[in-house]
């Protein structure tokens, strides 16, 4: 019971709130049309936002079309997200494909294969691969990407890093400086106006600075979360939704009694963790146990792949059966349960210390169930 309340209070001081209060929506295809008093957290295939919100958004889904003004911030991730109304705070995105039609008061923040932002924002922070943006900002811009096209009116200092093409349009006005960095020179068009000045720095001759470099592997850490994210919500969907009864049986395990039988589990998944790497070690010392080292350590990083997503499982499980127990009866764990866990434990884990350690402790406990059913299953199979 404390895991399962020390998990909820981690997602409820993660997530930006303008407020206690919070409105929680979770269906297959999901239209919000109904006035929301609140923040809202919306999960589904397609998710579709039509009516005015007055505080933050938070949404996940395949689909995702933000078609009315946000008074707070929006965090999404989705395969493709869209908005073509006002918001009034931050964005922050992670998705396939992002296009932002209208103006955002705060700073848009995102990871995304396609980016176009044609509004008005009031600083600019993207790593993708096809990125635009034509509605100019108040503040900074650092743009990330392959083939990165500007165009409109910046008051600040813009910076890019172009892996393959970086191009300016016509009128497009910099009152700061353009610094950018791409194989080949921009073709500045005379009617362009940068007041700063602009700095080119050539691809191959390019040597980083020290704060440079941590840019890089910042932005190249999170697209590596966004990925890793992604990939794991994908995973978890397909599992749970190709074996519901198995994923059910996983969270029972995990959430009844009151966590002991979750503590019993964990020790069992850490002893399997820490003991199994030297099982291996020394069966590789003779010849004979090799070919069983091998196979053990194959069987080995399969627990560990299933323990990191069955820990998603088993958090979306308890969203399910304590945040969202009001809004549905049913206990049963779905896909979208799933992917929501997922999502969820991994913007968890980005809270130094806490967060990797609650993924850990889901870890150890996912792989301890998933060990117990297999040993029932080989050795005990006509044991209920």
């Not at 600019?124 to 990165?148: K, L, Q």
Request: aromatic share 8%.
């Amino acid at each position: 019971m404390h895991m399962k309340r020390a998990l909820l209070a981690l997602l409820i001081f993660f997530f930006p709130l303008s407020g206690i209060a919070a409105t929680f929506a979770s269906e297959k295809t999901l239209t919000l049309s109904e006035p929301v008093p609140d923040n809202a957290y919306v999960a589904g295939a397609n998710v579709s936002v039509s009516i005015d919100l007055p505080a933050d958004l938070t949404v996940a889904g395949g689909t995702v079309g933000v078609y009315a003004p946000v008074a707070g911030d929006v965090l999404a991730a989705g395969g493709t997200v869209v908005i073509e109304r006002p918001i009034g705070g931050d964005v922050r995105v992670a998705a396939g494909r992002l296009h932002i039609t209208s103006d955002v008061a705060g700073d848009v923040a995102a990871a995304a294969g396609s980016v176009t932002v044609s509004g008005k924002a009031r600083g600019v922070y993207i790593v993708g691969g096809t990125v635009e943006v034509t509605g100019g900002a108040s503040g900074p811009v650092t743009i990330y990407g392959s083939d990165i096209t500007l165009a409109g009116d910046f008051a600040g200092d813009v910076e890019i890093i172009a892996s393959d093409r970086f191009t300016v349009r016509d009128d497009t006005h910099i009152t700061g400086t353009l610094r950018y960095n791409a194989p080949e020179q921009a073709d500045i068009p005379p009617s362009a106006v940068i007041e700063g000045g602009v700095t080119y720095t050539g691809s191959y001759a390019y040597v980083p600075t020290k704060e440079e470099a941590r840019k890089f592997a910042l932005a190249g850490a999170g697209v590596f979360l966004v990925v890793r994210t992604l990939a794991g919500m994908i995973v978890a969907g397909l599992l749970v939704g190709l074996f519901p009864a198995f994923a059910g049986r996983v969270a029972d395990l995990a959430l009844s009694s009151g966590g002991r039988r979750a503590s019993l589990f964990a020790l069992l998944g850490f002893a399997l963790f820490v003991a199994t790497p030297l099982l291996v070690l020394l069966l590789l010392l003779s010849f004979v146990g090799a070919g069983l080292a091998i196979l053990l350590g194959i069987l080995y990083l399969l627990l560990l792949l299933l323990a990191c997503v069955y820990a998603g499982v088993i958090a979306g499980a308890a969203l399910r059966r304590h945040a969202f127990s009001r809004f549905t009866k049913s206990r049963e764990i779905t896909w979208k349960d799933a992917v929501l866990g997922v999502f969820v434990l991994s913007l968890i884990g980005i809270v130094p210390v806490i967060g990797p350690l609650v993924k850990f402790i889901l870890a150890v406990v996912a792989a301890g169930i998933l060990a117990s059913i297999a040993y029932r299953f080989a050795f005990r199979p006509t044991e209920e």
